[in-house]
């Protein structure tokens, strides 16, 4: 019996999933609605929500026998159906709950692994105990702010901070480019940083500056010359420019040697910029990831730089 890496494709972003199996030179054994299936086992991907290791079919005779089975596997389990959807949800109540309840920011992430499953046939489950996300289906809910952050953007950082960066930070100094009008600013604001630096061409809210530590600039950031600045501990952006000019801002810190960890949205115009986004890609050491809270767009990091 042959086992899959099964990879669910971000909603309205089924062709960059398909164009990075292109790139990573995978051939695609099954497709079922958003749902990618390739043999044998393989790594994450960008344009996935969720990546299901070692997936395998499960023979079932009857709705308590499917639930029976995926219970004998694992406690959590994330559905998503491709078809036979009623029976679906009829296994998947006779499972135990998991905990869906939106979460703190910088909530600890939970512990227990959270499988995946799907029913592919009325009388065949293909199931992984395995799964890259402790969330089901990769989907990532906070307890949000809907009144202090000036906009939504704050979740992005949120979510980085909370799954990818989650270590205490104890001072220090952090950078804002791209930061009206004050959402990652105010989060940043939020966390133990001494100082936050926040550079825009447009100024941010008062009401996020009246907080205090914060540095404001008004100017652009592809002017910042980095032996103005001591050293930085967090240099993060979010400005809106091609990706092209953002990853010579990123080389040009970089090079500086003075700062240790660097997250940054790549933001696309109509069409995904994949040759750049390989060049991101290029510096050692640095990720990408899609957030559950990025829309055509991707998150670049990099934890623990050079100095
Ligand atoms: C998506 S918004 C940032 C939202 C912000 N992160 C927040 O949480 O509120 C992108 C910002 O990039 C800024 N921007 C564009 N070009 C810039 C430049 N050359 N220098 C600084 N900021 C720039 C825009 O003014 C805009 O405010």
């Known amino acids: 019996m042959s086992l899959y890496t099964g990879y669910l494709a971000i909603h309205k972003f089924e062709a960059e999933l398909e164009k990075e199996f292109e790139i990573k030179g995978l051939t695609v054994a099954v497709k079922k609605d958003r749902l990618y299936l390739v043999e044998g086992t393989h790594g994450p991907m960008i344009w996935a929500q969720v990546t299901a290791?070692?997936?395998?079919?499960?023979?079932?005779?009857?709705?308590?026998?499917?639930?029976?089975?995926?219970?004998?596997l694992g406690r959590n389990w994330g559905l998503f159906t491709v078809g036979h959807h009623r029976r679906a949800q009829l296994i998947q109540e006779e499972l135990p709950e998991y905990n869906r309840k939106p979460i703190p920011f910088r909530n600890p992430l939970p512990t227990s692994p959270m499988g995946?499953?799907?029913?592919?046939?009325?009388?065949?489950?293909?199931?992984?105990?395995?799964?890259?996300s402790p969330f089901a289906l990769g989907e990532l809910t906070f307890q949000e702010d809907k009144t202090t952050p000036p906009s939504r953007a704050y979740l992005k950082l949120w979510e980085f901070f909370t799954v990818y960066a989650p270590e205490a930070i104890t001072g220090g100094t952090s950078i804002d480019v791209g930061s009206?009008?004050?959402?990652?600013?105010?989060?940043?604001?939020?966390?133990?940083?001494?100082?936050?630096?926040?550079?825009?061409?447009?100024p941010i809210e008062q009401r996020i500056l009246d907080l205090g530590r914060i540095d404001f600039r008004q100017e652009s950031a592809f002017g910042l010359d980095p032996a103005n600045f001591d050293e930085i501990d967090w240099f993060c952006s979010d400005i809106i420019c091609y990706p092209e000019r953002l990853r010579t801002l990123v080389k040009k810190f970089l090079a500086s040697g003075k700062v240790r960890n660097f997250v940054c949205t790549i933001k696309y115009q109509a069409e995904t910029d994949w040759a750049e986004t390989l060049k991101f890609l290029e510096i050692p050491g640095s990720e990408i990831v899609h957030l559950h809270h990025n829309k055509?767009?991707?998150?670049?990091?990099?934890?623990?730089?050079?100095?």
């Open 53 to 72: 290791f070692n997936l395998r079919e499960i023979p079932i005779t009857s709705i308590k026998d499917g639930a029976k089975k995926l219970r004998a």
């Open 116 to 132: 995946f499953w799907t029913l592919l046939e009325a009388d065949k489950i293909l199931a992984a105990t395995e799964t890259s």
């Open 180 to 202: 009206c009008p004050g959402g990652w600013t105010w989060v940043l604001r939020t966390l133990d940083f001494d100082k936050i630096i926040s550079v825009d061409k447009a």
């Open 296 to 307: 055509h767009e991707v998150t670049w990091f990099l934890k623990g730089a050079p100095r």
